[in-house]
C-alpha cells in the first residue's frame, strides 16, 4: 500500500477539466475511463495517513512487521555495507511514511557519517511536517529535510540541494504499488536521477501462501475496506461529490501465478454519483480498481534490478523469509 499511477485507459477530458488541479483532474480521469480506476497516491490524506497506520498495526498485516525485524536486527550490517561501499552520502527515503522502520537505519547511519542529511519525500505534508518535528527529537544528531511532493519532481529538486552520493531507500515495499511493468519503467527512472555508486535500499514482499497474502489485504476488521472508501470520502469533500459509502463493498484478489494483489472498490446497485457537476454512471456489480500490492521471487527482484541498471548487492530476509530488502547499486 504506497503511493503509484495507474493508468489503465486513455480518456479525453475537456479544456476546462485539463484545467483542473492535478487531484480533480486524476479523479475525474479515472472515473471516466472505461474501466474504473482511481490513483493510489491519493489514499494518504490526514485521515488516510491515521487509518493506515491502524492497518499496519492489524494481526493480518505481516509486511510492517517482517521489515521492522530487518531493520531492527539487521540496520548494522546493512549500515556497515553501505560505508564499505561509499565514504560520503546523504539519504533519501521515498513514501517516507512515519519512518518507524527506518529510523533503525539512519541511527546506525549516524556511527558512519554523522554529517549526512536525511531527506524524507512524501506525497502527504501532514507525513512530512511531523518527521521534520519529531525525527530530531530521537535522533538529535539527525538533520532532516523534508521534501513534499511526487518522487522524481523533489529528486530534481534535490539535485540542486546536494550533490553528495545517495543512498535511496524505498521501503515498506512502495516497489509493489505497480504493475512489474511500471516497476521497470519506474526502476529506470529513478536510476536516471542517480549517479554511478548510488545506492537504493528497496523492499519486496515475497510470494508465499495465497491465503497469507490476501488476508494481508482483505483484515477481518475491516481497516482495509476503511482506508479505501476513506478516498471516496476525500472525494466528497474536496470535489463536492455525493458518494454514499454504504452502496460500496471492498474486495480483494490475489493471483499466485502472477504475484499479483490487486483491491477494488465494488458498487452494490445501479446508481449516479455527482462529482464537480459530473454525473458518473455506476452499474450494478461494477468495480473500481484501487490498488494493486506486486509479489515477487528474490530472483525477479534481482532481474529486475539488472533491467533498470542496477547491480544487486545482497539481500537481508526476515525469519520467516516473507520480507527481503535489497541493496542495490548504480
Known sequence: MATTSVMNAFTVLTPKQEQLPAFHHDVLQGLHAKDKYLDAKYFYDDNGDRIFQRIMACPEYYPTNCEMEIMREQSAQISALIASLTDTFDVVELGAGDATKSVHLLQELLQ?????????????????????????????????????????????????????????????????????????????????????????????????????????????????????????TRINREMEADFDLTKFDHYATYDPGTGACKSYLVSLEDQQVKVLNEVIEFKLHETIYMEISQKYSVDESEKLAIQAGFEPIAHFRDKKGWFVDSLWQA
Not at 521497470?184 to 536516471?192: I, P, V
Not at 536521477?193 to 523492499?203: K, S
Not at 482483505?218 to 475496506?225: E, L, V
Open 112 to 232: 558512519v557519517d554523522h554529517s549526512f542529511t536525511y531527506y524524507p519525500i512524501d506525497i502527504s505534508a501532514n507525513v512530512i511536517s511531523q518527521l521534520e518535528q519529531h525525527l530530531p527529537e530521537r535522533l538529535p544528531a539527525l538533520q532532516v529535510h523534508g521534501l513534499h511532493g511526487e518522487y522524481f519532481e523533489m529528486l530534481r529538486m534535490l539535485q540542486t540541494l546536494s550533490a553528495r552520493p545517495k543512498v535511496v531507500l524505498c521501503m515498506g515495499g512502495n516497489i509493489g504499488n505497480f504493475t512489474p511493468a511500471e516497476t521497470r519503467k519506474f526502476c529506470r527512472q529513478l536510476r536516471n536521477y542517480l549517479q554511478p555508486g548510488d545506492m537504493l535500499l528497496t523492499g519486496f514482499d515475497l510470494k508465499k501462501h495465497p491465503q497469507i497474502i490476501l488476508n494481508a489485504y482483505n483484515d477481518a476488521g475491516g481497516i482495509t475496506k476503511e482506508f479505501n472508501l476513506n478516498l471516496l
